[in-house]
């Protein structure tokens, strides 16, 4: 099973307004990550926020972790067309392993101009 | 674009067949992952090589194997292809435990 669950499946938002997506996880972690994905593309890492962190934040985009209810959220701030893609959270089992990591299956973000 | 190369893009195939997906990582980086993208299993790790060794196993079928070579480029072999094998193959590549980064994938269709 999945380790890591995105929240909502699919989420459309008109440009400038802000996206809030959410990750939940069953067994404890060291890190989680958040990666994009577009159409038919390679996976692109956005950020990493580690278990002994709350926030953290790059750009437009703001990750938060909550271990007591095992969940995260990324939040992108004044969206843009482009940030129009596959959203994906990742978990790595409390191993700190990159092979271990297991992704969600993904919320799609469409950004209408 | 993240360094990573995977070749070919694109591979359509009959059932029964044989396939070698090929990926080249980012200079410097010693480890090499496999992953499989399908629409109902989502993204599923198969298998990790680390500087010619194989590291960990995922999901990989029997019918998959994988190696990586001294030049660190690796190749994930699909044999008695399925058309449930039909997917999306990545490989990634880091410098353990670093940040992934991703190829562009191949996209396989088994007919």
């Known amino acids: 099973s999945q380790q890591g669950e995105e929240d909502p499946q699919a989420l459309s938002i008109q440009e400038g307004e802000n996206a809030t997506m959410n990750c939940s996880y069953k067994?404890?972690?060291?890190?989680l990550q958040w990666y994009r994905q577009n159409s038919g593309r390679g996976l692109v890492h956005l950020i990493l926020?580690?278990?002994?962190?709350r926030e953290k934040h790059s750009g437009r985009l703001r990750v938060t972790l909550d271990t007591s209810k095992k969940s995260s959220s990324l939040l992108i701030t004044a969206s843009r067309a482009a940030d129009t893609a596959s959203y994906f959270c990742?978990?790595?089992?409390?191993?700190?392993?990159?092979?271990?990591?297991?992704f969600g299956k993904g919320i799609t973000l469409s950004v209408r101009p | 674009d993240s360094g990573v190369t995977q070749t070919p893009k694109h591979l359509i195939t009959a059932t029964g067949q044989r396939v070698t997906l090929r990926c080249s990582p980012r200079?410097?980086?010693?480890?090499v992952y496999w992953y499989q993208q399908s629409l109902d299993q989502g993204l599923q790790f198969l298998i990790q090589?680390?500087?010619?060794?194989?590291?960990a196993k995922g999901n990989i079928l029997e019918r998959f194997s994988a190696q990586q070579f001294p030049d660190l480029h690796s190749e994930l072999n699909l044999s008695s292809l399925e058309l449930g094998d039909s997917a999306l193959y990545f490989c990634?590549?880091?410098?353990?435990?670093?940040?992934?980064?991703f190829g562009p994938g191949t996209r396989l269709l088994v007919l």
């Open positions: 990634a590549s880091s410098v353990p435990p670093g940040l992934l980064y």
């Open positions: 067994t404890s972690i060291n890190n």
């Open positions: 926020i580690r278990s002994n962190e």
């Open positions: 990742a978990t790595d089992g409390q191993t700190g392993a990159n092979s271990k990591l297991t």
């Open positions: 200079s410097g980086d010693l480890s």
């Open positions: 090589y680390y500087n010619g060794e194989e590291r």
